[in-house]
Structures are given as C-alpha cells and as structure tokens.
C-alpha cells in the first residue's frame, strides 16, 4: 500500500521571530551568548540559515531580540505585584522580581551593557518604575535622580568589583595571605575579620544577593530620607 509521506509527516511549526529569538534564548542559557550564531541557530531550528534573514536581520538584531524577550518575561514578572505598602516596598520587590528572571538568564546583563538604543519594553519598565516613585510622593526632580542613583540595579542587576564565582583566589594559601596582607594591608583586614566572623567563609565570601539587596536597601533609605525631607 502506497502511503503519502507528506500527508502522515508532522506538520512543520512555522518559522517566526518570536520563535527564532526564543530558540536563541535556549541556546545563550545553556552555551552562553557567545555561542549564538546563525549557523547554531539554525540548525537548531531545523532550517537553513538564509531563511533567518526574513525575521532578523544580523547577530545584532538577534541581540536586540534577547532584550525584548527578557524585557517581556520581566514585565510579565513585575505585572501581577500589587501592595499598598508605600513605594519603597513596592520598587523593592519591582526590583527583586525583575532579579528573578536575570538570574534564570544569567548572560543577560552582559547583554543589556551592548545596547546602544533602549528597546520600547526597557523603557515601559523604567515607566513603571517612575510611577511607583511618583505615586510614593516624588517630584519629578527627585524621581529623574533616582532613576540615576539606582542606575541598572532599578532592573535587577549591578556591576560588581569582585563576584562570587570568581575562581584561583588563592585565599586557602597562607603564603598568598601573607603577601597580601603586605600589599593590600586594608583589603586583607577585610577578609581576615569576615573570616573571624564566618569560619566557613573563602574570599568568596560575597553572597551575590545578599549584596544586591543591601546596596538596593542603602539606595532606597537614602531616596526616602531625601523625599521626606
């Protein structure tokens, strides 16, 4: 018995935009962003890679893309939050949810720094934002230097000096100690007493999170004390 091959095959899911920067997000969460490239993306997809051309237009629009998609799930996150709890506790978990979905993509701040042009979600967030603090009693003044104050933690994430990953510290070599202790006297006197404090903890002792949100909280005490005022 003849069978059509083409009638009983799965029907092909057709190609989009949201679905090639969906698989691009798949692909920069599990190889990281530098593994993204047309030819990876798509193969994943099962086409050839001239027909991305029809839905972005170079690595660089895929970029963007990323953005927008991050941006969307962030929105999302920060859409069901309500509390009449005053606008510090507001932003703050603003804030904290859009964290959330950074750290469930973790190459995103990187990504963020490349821009060039805010993409129309990023700025719906950061109007957003806007209103909690204008509904907390703000002028627009103060609202302008807030938004500048908070910087990119107003969305989730912050550059840090040291992060907590970071490997080949050489802080379980007491020689290496020691020689720092010689030449970074006030550095290693940081370390030593966060030790004394903490037997368990290693140079890394930076609890990424917990930093995050006690630099959040100083930036928000701070803002409230100049509202107040």
Avoid at 116 to 142: C, H, M, N, Q
Wanted: negative net charge.
């Amino acid at each position: 018995m003849w069978i059509d091959e083409e009638t009983d095959a799965q029907p092909r899911v057709p190609l989009s935009r949201r679905r090639v920067l969906r698989t691009a997000v798949a692909i920069a969460d599990e190889a990281g962003v530098e593994a993204l490239t047309m030819r990876r993306l798509a193969s994943e997809l099962g086409v050839e890679p001239m027909s991305l051309y029809h839905h972005v237009a170079n690595k660089e629009a895929i970029l963007d893309g990323l953005i927008e998609v991050i941006v969307g799930e962030i929105l999302e996150a920060v859409g069901g939050l309500s509390g009449d709890d005053g606008w510090q506790a507001a932003l703050r978990r603003r804030i904290l949810a859009a964290r959330e979905v950074l750290l469930r993509h973790r190459w995103a701040p990187a990504v963020f720094q490349t821009r060039k042009e805010i993409a129309a979600p990023l700025i719906a967030y950061y109007d957003g934002v806007l209103a909690i603090l204008r509904s907390g009693g703000f002028s627009w003044d103060l609202a302008h230097h807030a938004i500048h104050a908070l910087g990119s933690r107003a969305i989730g994430f912050a550059m840090e000096l040291f992060q907590p990953d970071d490997a080949g510290s050489g802080d379980d070599d007491p020689e290496m100690m020691a020689m720092m202790a010689q030449q970074f006297p006030n550095i290693a006197g940081m370390m030593a007493a966060i030790v004394h404090d903490d037997p368990d903890t290693t140079l890394s002792w930076c609890d990424d999170q917990s930093e995050f949100e006690f630099g959040l909280d100083l930036l928000l005490e701070g803002l409230e004390r100049r509202r107040s005022s």
